[in-house]
């Protein structure tokens, strides 16, 4: 990328200084509408490239900032991708669930602190400007799902849906794979819930609110900042702020049970705003609430710490230092039990805001649980049996 400093490798514990190839690095992003400003190598190839900065577009005053080439525009790209099986299975005590739903493998919505980005490595993609780029659709997740809940081992519990990769992110209006899914959950009257940042949701209204009047589903929309300007930067494809709670609200007068995540908090950019979040929230009817303190698994950290550069380079050392400060010295701690939560005095002081503010505005953290015991298994040959 001509204009564009090599970009460093910043270990865990490297001490908060400013890079040492920090001059000339250009401002604002470097591809148009993506929140990762580059792609970092796979950690599975065995062949390495790195970019490296030849002082082309360099100011003439080592003062000046690198006015550095426009924007590049990159297309998305979607593949079929040929899995022959849709529910994926954990043993996290992390999160409330064991099986899962991802119709898509990376995501188009491009924020750029996403902790599933190290997963497009696994097909042999960066987890930067490729994960939210060229993207891999499951046209027949709805038939290999009617299979899966057709076998006679299967035992039904509740279905996450958005654990990975956002279910609504924009190719969903045509591809249409999470409504399909959605019409097979609620042909058997199996329990799903869903996370999302999208508005698109609404669009499925009329599955999902027949359901939530069985105890069937409940939504979740990350809303990580009310901010417009910070969620275009931050996260370039997702919804706006205002439409996401326009989604919590028509979602909630359907009837469905809808959470509010403040989900991550990134501290030095939107931490101030956790309460104002979820008064916001709450008034268009949500009440379920949660947050998550950002963390930075894997190449995220180099793409954050990138970001930070182009967009608020001076507050990089202090947010950067107060996520070390989070997570024991580290920017992430993989470890159960401890990646979802923040430590330290910033950490505590986190938890009190938001259980101060989740009692006062009558918010509850732990949902009702989804009903399982409607469940009906589809016929073997795809056709729906019946009750009696």
Request: aromatic letters at 6%.
């Given at each position: 990328?001509?204009?564009?400093?090599?970009?460093?490798?910043?270990?865990?514990?490297?001490?908060?200084?400013?890079?040492?190839?920090?001059?000339?690095?250009?401002?604002?992003?470097a591809?148009?509408?993506?929140g990762?400003?580059?792609?970092?190598?796979?950690?599975?190839?065995?062949?390495?490239r790195?970019?490296?900065?030849?002082?082309?577009?360099?100011?003439?005053?080592?003062?000046?900032?690198?006015?550095?080439?426009?924007?590049?525009?990159?297309?998305?790209?979607?593949?079929v991708?040929?899995?022959?099986?849709v529910?994926?299975?954990?043993?996290s005590?992390?999160?409330?669930?064991?099986?899962?739903?991802?119709?898509?493998?990376?995501c188009?919505?491009?924020?750029?602190y996403?902790?599933?980005r190290?997963?497009?490595?696994?097909?042999?993609l960066?987890p930067?400007v490729?994960?939210e780029?060229r993207?891999?659709?499951?046209?027949?997740?709805?038939?290999?799902?009617?299979q899966e809940?057709?076998?006679?081992?299967y035992?039904?519990?509740?279905?996450?849906?958005?654990?990975n990769?956002?279910?609504?992110?924009?190719?969903?209006?045509?591809?249409?794979?999470?409504r399909?899914?959605?019409?097979?959950?609620?042909?058997?009257?199996?329990?799903?819930?869903?996370?999302?940042?999208?508005?698109?949701i609404?669009?499925?209204?009329?599955?999902l609110?027949?359901?939530?009047?069985?105890?069937?589903?409940?939504?979740?929309?990350s809303?990580?900042t009310?901010e417009?300007?910070?969620?275009?930067?931050?996260?370039?494809?997702?919804?706006?702020?205002?439409r996401?709670?326009?989604?919590?609200r028509s979602?909630s007068?359907?009837?469905?049970?809808v959470?509010?995540?403040?989900?991550?908090?990134?501290?030095?950019?939107?931490?101030?705003?956790?309460?104002?979040?979820?008064?916001?929230?709450?008034?268009?009817?949500?009440?379920?609430?949660?947050?998550?303190v950002?963390?930075?698994?894997?190449?995220?950290?180099d793409?954050?710490?990138?970001?930070?550069d182009?967009?608020?380079?001076d507050?990089?050392?202090?947010?950067?230092?107060?996520?070390?400060?989070?997570?024991?010295?580290?920017?992430?701690?993989?470890?159960?039990?401890?990646?979802?939560?923040?430590?330290g005095?910033?950490g505590?002081?986190?938890?009190?805001?938001f259980?101060?503010?989740?009692?006062?505005?009558g918010?509850?953290?732990?949902?009702?649980?989804l009903?399982?015991?409607?469940?009906?298994?589809?016929?073997?040959?795809?056709?729906?049996?019946?009750?009696?």
């Amino acid at each position: 990328m001509t204009g564009m400093d090599p970009v460093t490798r910043i270990p865990d514990s490297t001490p908060l200084d400013p890079w040492s190839n920090h001059a000339g690095r250009p401002s604002g992003p470097a591809f148009r509408g993506r929140g990762a400003g580059f792609n970092p190598p796979n950690r599975y190839e065995t062949i390495r490239r790195d970019p490296f900065f030849d002082g082309w577009d360099a100011p003439a005053d080592p003062g000046e900032a690198a006015a550095g080439p426009p924007a590049a525009s990159v297309p998305t790209t979607v593949t079929v991708d040929a899995t022959r099986t849709v529910i994926a299975r954990n043993d996290s005590p992390d999160v409330g669930f064991d099986r899962s739903i991802n119709p898509y493998r990376g995501c188009e919505h491009g924020c750029v602190y996403c902790y599933a980005r190290p997963s497009h490595a696994w097909l042999g993609l960066s987890p930067g400007v490729d994960f939210e780029t060229r993207l891999f659709a499951k046209p027949e997740a709805a038939a290999l799902l009617r299979q899966e809940l057709a076998r006679p081992s299967y035992a039904c519990a509740p279905i996450a849906m958005g654990t990975n990769t956002d279910p609504y992110q924009p190719v969903e209006r045509e591809r249409r794979i999470t409504r399909g899914i959605l019409k097979v959950l609620s042909d058997c009257n199996h329990p799903v819930t869903i996370v999302t940042k999208s508005a698109l949701i609404e669009r499925d209204i009329d599955i999902l609110a027949p359901m939530a009047e069985k105890g069937l589903t409940a939504a979740a929309l990350s809303v990580t900042t009310l901010e417009g300007q910070v969620a275009r930067a931050m996260e370039p494809r997702a919804a706006a702020p205002v439409r996401r709670l326009a989604a919590i609200r028509s979602l909630s007068e359907a009837g469905i049970p809808v959470r509010v995540m403040v989900a991550p908090v990134v501290p030095g950019i939107t931490d101030h705003e956790m309460e104002s979040i979820l008064e916001a929230a709450r008034d268009a009817g949500a009440s379920l609430a949660s947050y998550i303190v950002l963390r930075l698994p894997g190449e995220v950290k180099d793409l954050f710490a990138d970001w930070l550069d182009a967009h608020y380079p001076d507050r990089r050392n202090k947010v950067l230092n107060t996520i070390r400060s989070l997570r024991e010295g580290r920017l992430n701690n993989a470890e159960w039990g401890e990646r979802m939560v923040g430590k330290g005095a910033f950490g505590k002081a986190l938890d009190l805001r938001f259980a101060m503010a989740a009692r006062r505005l009558g918010l509850k953290r732990e949902s009702k649980p989804l009903r399982t015991d409607l469940f009906v298994k589809p016929a073997r040959d795809g056709r729906q049996m019946n009750l009696f």
